[in-house]
Structures are given as C-alpha cells and as structure tokens.
C-alpha cells in the first residue's frame, strides 16, 4: 500500500509560480510511476505530468515548457514547480501512484490562479 500527502498549494497570480509536493510512504523506487492530475470544477481530472521509477518524465501539452516534475529519493517525495501560472491552471491537483497493478491517489491540494 501507498499512502501519498499532498502540500503546497495556494493562491497566485496569473505569471507566478507555485511548488506542489507529494510525499510517499514507501521508498519512490518501489513504486512503478507517479505523476500529478488536476481537476477543475465541472470537468473530469486530467493527467498533468508523470515520472516512472526510471527517471522517465512526461507532462501534458497544456503545461510544457512550464511545469517541472522531480524528485527527493532520499525523502521519497517528489515536486512538480509550476511556473508561469495561468487562470486556467487553477484546479484540484491530486499526486497519483502506481504500484503493482494498484492506483492510490493522494488528498488533493487547491491551486487557485487569479487574473
């Protein structure tokens, strides 16, 4: 089992930068991939960006070029900074596991982007 604890987020404004963390239970190199989705009110979670346990990165169209996945092996915990933040951006951002064949998800954390 996963557990996942989510912090960092807040209220910027448009162009300014947030750092969201997601701290694992278990050591990050057991875990086949985590990554980061948001959901935005009246709309399903998206996937934003995800790391395997290689070291492998991804990220979604809309935030490339703006968001940066890494990560803390030796606090099992892993970032996702977030800069040039726009409106549309403001969301529920939930840190996701995979492991074994098993999704765990984390509590969620507000980002909210004003104009």
């Known amino acids: 089992q996963v557990q996942l604890v989510e912090s960092g987020g807040g209220l910027v404004q448009a162009g300014g930068s947030l750092r969201l963390s997601c701290a694992a239970s278990?050591?990050?190199?057991?875990?086949?991939?985590m990554g980061w989705y948001r959901q935005a009110p009246g709309k399903q979670r998206e996937f934003v960006a995800g790391i395997t346990s290689g070291g492998s990165t991804n990220y979604a169209d809309s935030v490339k070029g703006r968001f940066t996945l890494s990560r803390d092996n030796a606090k099992n915990t892993v970032y996702l900074q977030m800069n040039s933040l726009k409106p549309e951006d403001t969301a529920v951002y939930y840190c996701n596991a995979n492991k074994d064949l098993l999704v765990y998800w984390g509590q969620g954390t507000q980002v909210t982007v004003s104009s």
């Open positions: 278990r050591s990050i190199f057991s875990i086949n991939s």
